[in-house]
């Protein structure tokens, strides 16, 4: 218990030590959020804050304080063009999406990547290799990698566990906001076999009505509930001169005015994101991509920005009606509270026979026959589930559809393997298991072992088997500007399993090619330091993830 207390004291040490510091703005021009931090994501919650850039690239970004580069990444996805500073106070920053760095830097990442032969890089700095000054220009703001639009993405993290910290504090006195966080819809969760609203046992959405005369809010239908039951809430937060919404930071639910559910998003670890799969409604955003955020907690939901002990669910048990007060913050403390009633209705509760084998949560689960295994490790699942499965043979000529339970969200990777009822394909490594999904197939890929495919998942579904044969496409795009514009510009794409690694050379010496993943774009700039020019041989191949492989030949002149 001393240890935990001494850990604690630690973090909240450092998060006031940083919230203390004096640092300057990344960028030179009025300070504007895109997205804020924790904000919901698919799989994940925002790890920082997303500052807009006017619309374009190429805004020197600066160092917010003293320190050293610690590790720089390039990448076709994620966080694109990235860097990490230290800093002596114990917290890191991060500059994501990143159009190019500066010179220095820039030169040191060029000489990385044509060492390994790869754009792909990510590198560790070692300590005091490339110091920064607060204020100096270490990179221009861009749009690289998984990004929707020109931002930048900033974070703050403990140097030490990698832990983000909402980096907002540091910023309030430039960005101003007065607008209180908004309440759009609720969901109540009757409990399976537990609870009973409005005569069902299925979750029932209910909307917010304002009055025209009154001006006064009242939800829509009235809500009459017997038994257990949970609260979920659609609500987004909203900045001055913006119309982005954001997250909301804090949320608290009290019952008759006692507290029994509150979070409050000020920090949280990379290994626990993927809870947010149990924090909101996975299904609605699966099926409306609409976000409800769960009032109450899973027993399998280790996420650690709960602040009470209680798991919010509400026991209904008395013929009188329950006050329900939502009270909303965010970080600027503009809040926002919301009141409605929930009658206490005796009402009969049906009995629910379970359909399926019981997945406990907290235990290792395996389901096996002649065809599939699957295994599901202890504290994989949010919550029990009743786990089904059935097949349809032949669904590719090489397996059959594995229908392993409704779809939902696992928390790691599970190891999943399927027999490969025809066998007949001659190079093993085009086999792939493929995830069946309502609109399209998505590749997995796997490992071939003696007529079996195994791969790992995170996600309950449909699986099945085949193979991708089908070499990646390369297509020039104007080819009569590439002398003129010192650029060389393709387009690839791949049919299924996707691009893997790309390779080029001029007259036999390799040339770094960028591959922006989103546009499907690759493309070379000329380099008068490693490029001469003249009439070039030029060779580049492309390879997905089963190995087939595109080669394009050109003579070309610079």
Known sequence: MKKIFILTLFAINIISSVYSQDYVAPMDIPLYLSANFGELRNNHFHSGIDFKTQQITGIPVKSIKDGYVSRISVSPVGYGRALYIDHPDGTTSVYGHLDRFAKQIEFFVLDSQYIKESFSVDMNILIGLLPVKKGEIVAYSGNTGSSGGPHLHFEIRETKTSTPIDPLPLFKHEISDNRDPQVQAFMIYPQLGKGIVNGKITKEAISIKTDKKTGKKNILPAINAWGTIGIGIKAYDYMNKTTNNYGVKEIKMTVDNRVVFHT????????????????????????????????????????????????????????????????????????????????????????????????AYNKKNEFNNDRVKLTIPKDNLYTDIYFNYSSVKNYTEYASLHKLNKQQPLHSYCPLSITIDNDSYPDKQKYGIIFVGDKKDSWIGGKYNAGRISTGIRMLGNYSVTVDTIPPVITEVTPNLWAKNNKISFKIKDDLSGINKWHATLDGSFVLFEYDAKTSSLFCKYDSKRMELGTKKFELWVEDDCGNRTTYKKTITW
């Open 264 to 359: 409050s998003m000020e920090k949280f670890d990379f290994s626990e994101t993927r809870f947010i799969n149990s924090f909101i409604d996975w299904n609605e955003w699966d099926s409306k991509k609409v976000f409800y955020m769960k009032s109450f907690i899973e027993p399998g939901n280790r996420l650690n920005i709960y602040k009470t002990k209680t798991d919010g669910l509400i026991t209904i048990d008395q013929e009188k009606v329950y006050q329900i007060t939502y009270t909303l913050k965010d970080s600027y403390n503009n809040t926002t509270t919301f009141s409605f009633d929930i009658q206490g209705k005796k009402q009969v509760i049906p009995y629910h026979i379970p359909d399926g084998i019981l997945f």
